[in-house]
Each structure stands twice: as structure tokens, then as C-alpha cells.
């Protein structure tokens, strides 16, 4: 249940700096689009008492900005080593073994954010070719889908920068 | 290979996978994908993954995770921590075990506008701590009291793990909400309850601190009140139906931005707020993916259905399974976090006690009941050993105390809980009233 702490000494990956910087970048702007609903949908309340009129939308807005804040904020966590793992057998595991077995971990995220990003683009092509959009402000729906998409492929990239850096670890003298 | 047979070896496949370090969300995908391809084929899988992880973040009612985790980064920038230990300290620090008790009540305030256990457990811990060692409390009923007060984080709404919780067994959020509070406010009671058993028997162990007049009590009790402004608008005001939950989080979270600037956060710290929010937002969210993919996996199985029909078929005491139920979920703490229990076992457990005949509760009520039940009991993982991670934090926070003196001192609270979730099972009504009355 540990989460495996970067700050303990992990060596950065093969693009350290740039996956970082594009990491930090996709976070700030998934908190941007939060700061943002938290004051559309207080406007919106605002508009509903005092003039009867909310926000047209609000809803259906949250959803989408659900949804890319929270995609954006994927290859942040990976690259911090913040997704939760269970510690409980490996706790006293040599470190090279704990590295190595992390470095199979990361493996896996990113391929399931290669897969996802790899289906959400198609998904993509589909909505657009369907035309949808939402209800209310009928804004196409793909639209969303394409930094969503974008999160996933940086979430695949910096899982995969991270497991090269702790098989180096697992295959260096010593940790 | 049945469903079922299926179903039940790729749950093994997963526990051996988490043992070997794969993080949660990843092993619970990876195992989701295979047993689906298995039983369907690739096709309806590649077909849908197109819409799956798009789908499964945008929701509307899921738009409160973030919200309140941001809050909850919040109050803890804008000092909202040392306002409360102020206050309770000053009411009720003079009495034996006090200072002890003022900071678990504080945790309590502070779990009411923040909905995670880790958060409240630091903050108040950096706060409280210090003042309780300064005040010659002995270390292990210092760090066990703040370490037990930081799960009223999950336990007190509004709460990360109730609303994950909500959606999973599709449930009203604000009934919950709404359930959770008296049970909450026992789990606080309780936990003082148990401060003033363990200061008669070891009288050495929490002095009484200092008697404050009541002109400087009314001063710090001053600076608490927007803390329950803001929680009653957020609870009360999803509950009484003039917010949706999203519109309650959007308010309070500007409320506490609000808060916290007047007390000092800056952009430095708002930076900070946005990043913390970003990578706790992305560890759940991530693991609700995975949990989706091994849930369209488990339903197609049918394992959950056949399981539920096989407990029943037992004509076991109804009580007897649900207690067993829980006890699992305490054992299951040792390995995993509080919300992957959650997304691995409700929808497991749920149809089984759905069918239960339970005090004649009908499946409203008791998805309800159970949904505080299972909060009550994975939040006790947080203080066991081997992995208690409120232990872990709070220790941390005290370098000279050896972690099994905190582990020790965590014991008399274990205590409190157990008891409390006895009296709960056998009491619905207490998680039930204020949701029947609202109504």
C-alpha cells in the first residue's frame, strides 16, 4: 500500500526533464480547467438565484471538464510514482528486486496508456465522423476526446520513462 | 472453463499480481482486459475501450472527487488546522487527557471540510503534536490519538470513499452523506471516550493543561466558525436539495480558496494545492479505471450473481454473514488501501447483502447502511499494522517515537471502533434517522 516515493532516490528516466516539464504542464492545466468549473458552476448558481437564470450548460460542461482534468492529471501521478501498490510482501525485498518488479509495474501502465490513447483516438475519428455533440451548448464531443486521448499517450510515455529508470536501478551496481 | 470458474481464477491471477507490486489500478485492468477477451473476444473489447475511459471520467456526479480533494489542499494551506486545535484545546485542554481530545475533536472539525484520512492525519499531526508533547503527554497517546483522529478525515462527509461508494452501488451521495454523520460524530465520541479510559489507568500518561477564561476561549472559538459555515453548507446544502453535489463542492472549494488567502496562501502554495490535488485526483481515478475494466469483466462472469445465490442458499444468520463480511474487510486492510476495497469488493458484496434479510430493511436502506459500514471498517487499515498508513504518517512526524509505540498506542482506539461498528450493525437506526428524517 506504499507508495513508491521518487523523492527516495530514483533516478530520472532516459527524458527526464522534458516528460517532466510536459508532466507539470498537463496537471497545471487540468487544475486550470478545475479552478475553472468550480467558478462557472458558482455562477451559475448565482445566475439561478438571482436572476432564475443558471448558467446554460453547467452541467454537461462539469462532465467534460471531469473528464479532461482528470485525464491531464494522469502523467503527473505516474511520473511521481503515486499509484498505490500493496507492499505488503515486498516490504523487506532486496531494493534491486522492488526495482525491478516496479519496473515491470510501470511497464504495464504504459501500455495501458498506450492502449487507451491508442482506442480513444479511434473512438475519436468515430464521434467525429457521427458529428456528436452535447445537449445543450452542442459542442462536438470529440473535442474533449482529444486531450483526453493526449493525457493517455504522455501517461504511456512517462510510465515507460519511469521503468527504464528503475530497470537501470535494478541493473546497476548496487541501489 | 465456466464463467464463474473463470471468474473466480482471475481473481487469484489479481491477488498474485498485487502481491508482486503491480499498482492497483494496472493489475485490476490487466486482469479485466484478459478475462474479457476470454469470454467475449477482442472485437467487443477494442470496441469498448474506444469510449470506456472517456466515459467512465465524465461524470457529472465524479466531478466532487477533485473538487473536494482541492478543498480539503486547501484548508490545509490556510491554517484552518491550528484555528481548530485552538478552540477545542481551549474548551476542554484543562481536563486530564484533554490536549488528546481536543485534537481528535479538531481532526473531527477538520474531516468536515476535508475528505481524506492522510490529509487530516498530517495536517493535524503537524499542528497538534507538537503541542501535545510540549504539554508532557507520553508519545504513545500522543501519536495513537492523532493517528486514530485523522481517519474522522474519511469517516466525517463529505468523503472521497463515500462518494465512489454512491456511485458503485448507485446510490443518492447526499443520503449518504447524510447517514454518515452520526455515525462519524460516534466514531469522535468514541475516540474521546477512549482517551479518557486510558488517562485513568495510566494517569501519568495526558497532565490536564492549562484552564483558559472564557473571554479567550470565545476569541479562538472565533476563528472556527467559517470551518462550519462551509461544512454545513456543503453537507446540508446537497442533502437539503439546493446544490447538487457538484455545485456544494464548487462552492466550498471557492469558499476555502477564499479562506485560505485570507490567511496568508499565496500563488507559491496554490501551485502547491493544484499539484497535490493533481496527483491524489490521478492515484483514484486510475484505479477506478482499472476497477471499471474488472467489473464489465465480473458481471459478465456472472460471479457476483452466483455468489450472492450461493450465500443465500446457505440459510446462514444474516448477521452472521454481514459480520463476516466486515471482518473480512479488516483483514483485507492489512494488504490494500480504503477505496481499492472499496472498488474491489461492492460489487461482490453488495448483491450478497442486498439479499439478506437484514431487521426487514428494504435494498434502499440497507445499500445505504452498508455503504457506512464498509467505510467503517476499511478506514480501520489506515491503524493496523503492518501498513497503517495514518501510523506511518503520523510517527514520521515524531522521529524519537518508535513506530510500534505508535502502533501500541492506536490499540485503545481499535477498541473504540470495534465496538462502535458492533453497536452500528445492530442499530441501523442510528445510520438511518437523519436520512428518514430529512426526507
Redesign the interface.
Not at chain 1, 482534468?69 to 494522469?74: G, K, M, P
Not at chain 1, 503515486?82 to 516490504?91: E, I, N, R
Not at chain 2, 471520467?57 to 457529472?60: C, I
Not at chain 2, 490535488?277 to 492515484?283: I, K, P, R, Y
Given at each position: 500500500?506504499?507508495l513508491d516515493d521518487p523523492r527516495a532516490g530514483a533516478p530520472p528516466g532516459p527524458l527526464g526533464r522534458i516528460v517532466q516539464a510536459l508532466a507539470?504542464a498537463f496537471?497545471?492545466a487540468?487544475?486550470?480547467v478545475?479552478?475553472a468549473?468550480?467558478?462557472a458552476?458558482?455562477a451559475?448558481?448565482l445566475g439561478r438565484w438571482l436572476f432564475s437564470r443558471p448558467l446554460p450548460g453547467d452541467?454537461e460542461l462539469?462532465?467534460?471538464?471531469?473528464?479532461v482534468?482528470?485525464?491531464?492529471?494522469?502523467p503527473?501521478?505516474?511520473l511521481?510514482g503515486?499509484?498505490?501498490?500493496?507492499?505488503?510482501?515486498?516490504?523487506r525485498a532486496p531494493a534491486r528486486l522492488?526495482a525491478a518488479?516496479?519496473a515491470?509495474?510501470n511497464l504495464?501502465?504504459a501500455a495501458?496508456g498506450f492502449?487507451?490513447a491508442w482506442?480513444?483516438s479511434?473512438?475519436l475519428a468515430?464521434l467525429r465522423a457521427a458529428g456528436e455533440t452535447t445537449m445543450v451548448l452542442a459542442i462536438p464531443t470529440w473535442w474533449?476526446?482529444v486531450p483526453?486521448a493526449a493525457s493517455?499517450a504522455l501517461l504511456g510515455v512517462a510510465a515507460l520513462d519511469r521503468a527504464v529508470a528503475m530497470l537501470r536501478r535494478a541493473l546497476g551496481a548496487g541501489a | 472453463m465456466s464463467g464463474v470458474e473463470l471468474g473466480a481464477l482471475m481473481f487469484g491471477v489479481l491477488v498474485l499480481l498485487?502481491?508482486?507490486?503491480?499498482?492497483?489500478?494496472?493489475?485490476m485492468?490487466?486482469v479485466g482486459v484478459a478475462g474479457y477477451v476470454w469470454l467475449a473476444g477482442w472485437l467487443p473489447l477494442?470496441s469498448h475501450?474506444?469510449?470506456?475511459?472517456?466515459g467512465r471520467?465524465?461524470?457529472?456526479d465524479?466531478?466532487v472527487v477533485?473538487?473536494f480533494l482541492?478543498m480539503g489542499n486547501f484548508a490545509t494551506h490556510g491554517g484552518l488546522s491550528r484555528a481548530l486545535f485552538g478552540a477545542a484545546a481551549g474548551l476542554i485542554g484543562h481536563f486530564r487527557g484533554g490536549m488528546a481530545m481536543a485534537g481528535i475533536g479538531a481532526c473531527a472539525g477538520f474531516g468536515a471540510i476535508c475528505g481524506s484520512s492522510l490529509a487530516t492525519a498530517a495536517t493535524m499531526g503537524q499542528v497538534a503534536l507538537p503541542e501535545l508533547r510540549r504539554h508532557g503527554y507520553s508519545p504513545r497517546l500522543a501519536t495513537g490519538a492523532l493517528a486514530a483522529g485523522g481517519t474522522l478525515g474519511i469517516l466525517i462527509p463529505p468523503s472521497v470513499v463515500l462518494v465512489i461508494y454512491a456511485i458503485l452501488a448507485q446510490q443518492n451521495i447526499g443520503k449518504l452523506f447524510a447517514a454518515a454523520v452520526v455515525p462519524g460524530v460516534l466514531a469522535a465520541l468514541g475516540y474521546m471516550a477512549a482517551v479518557a479510559v486510558y488517562v485513568r489507568l495510566h494517569p501519568g500518561a495526558g497532565p490536564a493543561g492549562p484552564r483558559l477564561a472564557w473571554r479567550q476561549r470565545l476569541r479562538e472559538l472565533r476563528g472556527v466558525w467559517p470551518v462550519l459555515a462551509i461544512f454545513l453548507t456543503v453537507v446540508g446544502g446537497i442533502y437539503g436539495g439546493v446544490?447538487t453535489p457538484?455545485?456544494a463542492?464548487?462552492?466550498g472549494?471557492?469558499a476555502t480558496a477564499l479562506l485560505a488567502w485570507s490567511r496568508g496562501m499565496r500563488r507559491r502554495q496554490f501551485?502547491q494545492c493544484?499539484?497535490s490535488?493533481?496527483?491524489?485526483?490521478?492515484?483514484i481515478?486510475?484505479?477506478l479505471?482499472g476497477a471499471d475494466l474488472l467489473n464489465v469483466f465480473l458481471a459478465l462472469s456472472q460471479l457476483p450473481a452466483e455468489l450472492a445465490a450461493w450465500v443465500q442458499g446457505l440459510g446462514a444468520q444474516p448477521l452472521a454473514v454481514l459480520f463476516a463480511i466486515l471482518l473480512l474487510y479488516v483483514l483485507l486492510g492489512?494488504?490494500?488501501?480504503a477505496l481499492?476495497m472499496i472498488l474491489l469488493t461492492v460489487p461482490i458484496f453488495l448483491p450478497i447483502v442486498l439479499g439478506l434479510d437484514l431487521f426487514g430493511l428494504e435494498a434502499t436502506e440497507k445499500a445505504i447502511w452498508f455503504g457506512v459500514l464498509a467505510l467503517m471498517v476499511v478506514e480501520i487499515g489506515l491503524i493496523t499494522p503492518?501498513?497503517g498508513?495514518n501510523v506511518?504518517i503520523i510517527n514520521s512526524l515524531a522521529r524519537d517515537v518508535p513506530m510500534a509505540e505508535t502502533f501500541r498506542g492506536v490499540a485503545p482506539f481499535l477498541i473504540a471502533d470495534a465496538l462502535r461498528i458492533v453497536v452500528l450493525v445492530l442499530f441501523p437506526v442510528l445510520s438511518l434517522a437523519l436520512v428518514r428524517w430529512m426526507q
Open positions: 500500500m506504499l507539470v496537471a497545471l487540468g487544475g486550470a478545475l479552478v468549473m468550480t467558478l458552476t458558482s451559475s448558481i452541467y462539469a462532465q467534460l471538464g471531469t473528464a482534468a482528470v485525464a491531464a492529471f494522469l503527473y501521478c505516474a511521481r503515486g499509484h498505490v501498490l500493496v507492499d505488503f510482501l515486498t516490504a522492488r518488479l516496479d515491470l509495474g504495464a501502465i495501458i492502449l487507451v482506442r480513444l479511434v473512438g468515430d474533449a476526446y483526453v493517455f | 498485487l502481491l508482486a507490486r503491480v499498482p492497483i489500478g494496472a493489475a485492468f490487466g477494442a475501450l474506444k469510449n470506456a475511459a472517456f471520467f465524465a461524470v457529472y465524479l466531478s477533485p473538487l482541492l446544490f457538484t455545485e463542492a464548487s462552492v472549494t471557492l501551485v493544484l499539484l490535488t493533481a496527483e491524489s485526483t490521478a492515484m481515478f486510475f484505479i479505471l492489512c494488504l490494500m488501501d481499492s503492518p501498513v498508513m506511518y
